[in-house]
């Protein structure tokens, strides 16, 4: 889908009171501490520590001698890769790691190697079309119509939905490869709306996203088959750790999200002019929630995405404060009448098999 859509249009009802309260206490929150909205000392600390980690896993895996070792040692490398994405590149793509966004840019462009994604369509498509239209058929890229899993209401059913809510882990971890080797080369040769925004442009553009391609497979998969050889490791073994490897990294980062936007959320067809039935933050408070993982401290390694409601309503804001922008959120929202949720995730996977199986129905019983 690559044409040309209308701008979609958020009618004022009643909002402004709520915004203004939101930005206001935010504001407050942030003087109060005598802080400011970017990673702080600690969350460089994390970055350095997981990219430390990173890089000694994958060193260790290209010296073992045995398959054991190399699968262990191969798999830790990627999973710590995705937790560098998760930690660091999410708030990167944000503009809210570093103040610079040089500096932004080129984290993103380092820990997105090993995962294959080009990070700037990766940026775009998340910052510029999912945040603005979540949940909003043809417009939110995240849940394009792709014949394998209904992910909304106004998409085509057909007969093997019905057991989606039992293969979607397989779906969910081919997700990081299809969108290295799918999305980003559709979005690279113009098929997508992507098209419009001439992301990388040119043949400069070209380069640099050839180049990234060939320096992650020359990381992941050249470098480590030279060095199985070397060391009488099969290379049916390399391959299959490598893809394998590349499905729990998905895996780990869609079991964050995936219930996030389903989780009894509203989805939306927007009118012909590309009018919707409510304000901004009517439609984030539908199509999104919090969810509180337990134990608590695995908040920690989650990079806010728990928090997602609270992500969506402050991107520009370092996940380090979405604990304390999530407990503002919720006492302003029961103050304006609006219906925040925080779930824990036990009720987030109950609320997601129920999606799951509810669009895996034929359209007529809906």
Known sequence: MSETLPPLRY?????????????????????????HRFAGGREWLKAGLLLVLCVTCYLLSLLQVS??????????????AMLLNINVNHDASHGVFSRSPRINRIISRVVTLPLGLDP????????????????????????????????TPFQRWRPWMRWQHLYWPLIAALSLPYLAWVFDWADRCGKTPLAQRQVMPGVRGWLLFCLSKTLHLLLVLAIPLWAAEQHGIAISVVL???????MAASLL?????????WAEAEFYQPGAEGELPHGWYRHNFATACDWQPSPAWL???????????????????????YPALAAILARLASE??????????????RRQQAFLRRMGQPQEAL
């Open 67 to 80: 398959s054991g070792g190399f699968v262990i040692c191969y798999l830790l490398f990627m999973l710590m």
């Open 336 to 349: 304006h009448g609006m219906n925040y949720r925080c779930i824990s995730y036990r009720e987030l996977l």
């Open 11 to 35: 009618p004022a009802d009643g909002e402004q009171a709520f915004h203004q309260a939101l930005q206001r206490a935010a504001h407050h929150y942030l003087s109060g501490s005598r802080e």
């Open 240 to 246: 299959a750790t490598w893809l394998g490897s590349q």
């Open 253 to 261: 980062v869609v079991f964050l999200l995936l219930g996030t936007h």
């Open 299 to 321: 908040g920690y390694f989650t990079g806010g995405l728990n928090l997602h409601l609270t992500h969506h309503l402050f991107p520009g804001w370092h996940h380090r404060h």
């Open 120 to 151: 700037d369509y990766w940026r775009v498509r998340h910052v510029h079309f999912h945040h603005v239209y979540a949940n909003i058929e043809h417009y939110d890229l995240d849940t394009e119509e792709n014949g394998f899993f209904r992910q």
